[in-house]
């Protein structure tokens, strides 16, 4: 007789893989230590954006909005994080950040689910992050379907792209596939792109990824895992959707991107692949700024979207946004 699967893969007990390829998702997740702080500023409310896969995306707006007495709000798409392998738009600290980014930016927010690995590799979640803003495409062009009253408040023509970690990782796909302007989502228009340390990859080690002390929540040897679980079966840490600045991806000299706004924590062991990231984006031209936050772990606003680093956070995407708006 063979020996039973074991497990060769463990994400924090959250996904196994088995020695058989088998796979197992736990969907008891202890997430208490991110109660939900809603003050009734926002509502939101769940839509099926893809019936094939069964996802769905969350709409915030300020509960101040109404379409009698306010203009039409920016709307943000919020991706979220967790190194392509879990995370929803419902666990309670990616739902506070969108609760803090829809009040304190007076925005449309739509935050969308994707497929997860290691069940869906790469590139599920790049193809559904873009269905999601498809899904808006075909709400902008039928403003008289089910969501009217919602809908009548989304300023189409000024809509950014917010993505964490993974959700950073998929905002660089969307730049990169869009162009500037996204002519081809028309009549939306997206006008910028916020990465919150992006989540990317490569085989050579940067110096913070070799000497930086281990996170609360990440190691290099969990990134690395987060990789393998990922990227499609058999490629390597450089493969395009991991490191896009490597010598396997695409030259980007010659694309032309809308505004770029980057971020991460300067105690996080991604810190220096996202720096050079940022600077080669603005070595080859393009509209790119990289800001740095003294003493930071990864997730520091995601996890905590009401603390005092937040409001600067907040501030520079709001800024961000009106230099970008026109």
């Known amino acids: 007789m063979g020996s039973l699967p074991h497990v060769v893969e463990d994400c924090h007990g959250i996904v196994q893989i088995f020695s058989d390829g088998s796979i197992h998702r736990h969907e008891n997740i202890d997430l208490s230590a991110y109660p939900v702080k809603d003050d009734g500023s926002v509502v939101y409310q769940d839509y099926c954006y893809n019936k094939l896969h069964d996802l769905h995306l969350r709409l915030y707006k300020p509960t101040t909005a109404t379409t009698t007495t306010t203009d039409k709000l920016p709307v943000i798409y919020f991706f979220h994080g967790g190194g ?3 995370g929803s738009f419902a666990w309670p600290n990616y ?4 609760l803090r980014l829809s009040s304190a930016l007076n925005a449309i927010v739509v935050a969308p689910d994707y497929r997860l690995a290691p069940e869906h590799r790469l590139p599920a979640a790049l193809d559904d992050s873009f269905a999601s803003l498809k899904w808006l495409q075909t709400v902008a062009d039928n403003p008289n379907g089910d969501m009217k009253g919602f809908v009548d408040l989304f300023d189409f023509d000024r809509v950014f792209i917010i993505g ?15 162009g500037p302007g996204s002519p081809e989502l028309s009549p939306v228009k997206i006008r910028g792109y916020v990465m919150m340390a992006p989540f990317f990859g490569g085989k050579e080690r940067t110096k913070s990824e070799a000497e930086g002390l281990p996170e609360k929540m990440l190691t290099v040897d969990i990134l690395d895992m987060f990789w393998r679980m990922s990227l499609p079966i058999g490629a390597k840490a450089d493969h395009p959707f991991a490191n896009p600045i490597g010598r396997e991806s695409s030259n980007l000299e010659h694309v032309k991107l809308d505004p770029i706004l980057i971020m991460a924590g300067g105690n996080e062991i991604m810190k220096d692949r996202v720096k050079l990231y940022a600077d080669r984006l603005k070595e080859l031209g393009k509209i790119a700024r990289y800001v740095e936050f003294d003493g930071k772990q990864h997730g520091f606003f995601v996890n905590e979207p009401y603390s005092d680093v937040s409001d600067s956070v907040l501030s520079l995407v709001k800024n961000f946004m009106l230099a970008h708006s026109t």
């Open 84 to 86: 392509f392998c879990f």
């Open 95 to 98: 739902h506070n950040c969108c």
């Open 164 to 178: 964490d970690s993974s959700g950073g990782n998929i905002a660089h796909y969307l730049a990169v596939r869009l």
